[in-house]
């Protein structure tokens, strides 16, 4: 069975750091394109950092370079977003998704995502 498990969330201070944990199962994250996105109330989701399969190659929105860096465990078969300088606006439930193409037919996987809540 394919899941996504999300992790890590709560809440934290402006300028702290969470770790979040996205673990997959059923599927290998190395063999798809791991993202990591975010939707605040009231907003669209946004994409918040990339992780390709060959290279391992990241890409970030520019709201989040600099402070938040995505990784991968292939032995754990688990993706983290490291975030730090977290700021109010960083608040949203963070998605963890999985994405790949095979033969024309795009195969994507979903969690439940995890609440970021950044306040004083």
């Known amino acids: 069975q394919v899941q996504l498990v999300e992790s890590g969330g709560g809440l934290v201070q402006p300028g702290g750091s969470l770790r979040l944990s996205c673990a997959a199962s059923?599927?290998?994250?190395?063999?798809?394109?791991m993202t990591w996105y975010r939707q605040a109330p009231g907003k669209e989701r946004e994409l918040v950092a990339t992780i390709t399969t060959t290279g391992g190659i990241t890409n970030y929105a520019d709201s989040v370079k600099g402070r938040f860096t995505i990784s991968r465990d292939n032995a754990k078969n688990t993706v983290y977003l490291q975030m730090n300088s977290l700021k109010p606006e960083d608040t949203a439930v963070y998605y963890c998704?999985?994405?790949?193409?095979?033969?024309?037919?795009?195969?994507?996987?979903w969690g439940q995502g995890t609440q970021v809540t950044v306040s004083s």
């Open positions: 059923g599927f290998t994250v190395s063999n798809y394109t």
């Open positions: 998704s999985a994405k790949r193409a095979i033969l024309g037919r795009e195969y994507a996987y």
